[in-house]
């Protein structure tokens, strides 16, 4: 578990199972319908969009001390290309700009560096700027421009990586060290 303190207070990263169906939900419920449509692709998120995320993606799930969820982050081989894990993050309104995505982001690249991927890629609207910003806090992306959306890749290895982070598997127990962002750092929305 990935505990993190942000201008919101504490919060804790740790991997999102089926059995957390009622807070992934909840918490969609709670964002806004543009929020949901730059991540999703439209406003209402199902039981079975989570099912299949879950099935074909490594997936967390920050919470507040209150044990609301805040963010949802998933990486996994959606394009099917070798060395190349997709990057999905959703951060509940409120709570945006706050360190919460950028750190789901960066347990994301650990994850994917230990399962041996090269590269994280997101496919994203161009006006996405706060996603865009967060890729670019990540490392050196390159953009590919595709219409009114952009496909970018961040290196995990080499110039221009993604900073390195311990993976949960390296430390005691599967915890990582506390991650501390101040107020106002960073875009955390995809």
Same mark, same amino acid.
């Given at each position: 578990m990935l505990q993190l303190l942000n201008s919101a207070g504490a919060a804790r990263i740790r991997t999102a199972t089926l059995a957390d169906w009622p807070l992934i939900d909840a918490f969609h419920r709670s964002c806004s319908a543009q929020a949901l449509h730059r991540r999703w692709g439209r406003m209402r998120i199902?039981?079975? +969009?989570?099912e299949q995320?879950?099935?074909?993606?490594?997936?967390?799930?920050? &919470?507040? +001390? #209150?044990?609301?969820?805040v963010a949802l982050g998933s990486a996994g081989p959606v394009s099917r290309q070798p060395g190349v894990l997709d990057l999905g993050?959703?951060? %509940? +309104?409120?709570?945006?700009?706050?360190?919460?995505? &950028?750190?789901l982001a960066r347990h994301a690249a650990a994850h %994917?560096?230990?399962?041996? %991927?090269? #590269?994280?890629s997101v496919y994203a609207e161009a006006s996405n700027l706060p996603m865009l910003g967060l890729l670019r806090q990540?490392?050196?992306?390159t953009?590919?421009? +595709?219409?009114a959306h952009l496909d970018v890749r961040v290196p995990?290895?080499?110039a221009g990586a993604v900073c390195p982070t311990t993976p949960a598997s390296a430390l005691p127990g599967g915890d990582l060290s506390a991650v501390h962002h101040a107020a106002g750092q960073g875009p955390d929305q995809p």
């Open positions: 199902t039981r079975r +969009d989570i995320l879950l099935r074909h993606s490594s997936c967390w799930i920050a &919470l507040h +001390d #209150t044990d609301g969820a993050l959703q951060v %509940a +309104d409120a709570d945006q700009r706050r360190g919460i995505g &950028l750190a %994917a560096r230990s399962r041996g %991927a090269h #590269t994280l990540l490392g050196h992306p953009e590919f421009r +595709d219409g995990l290895s080499g």
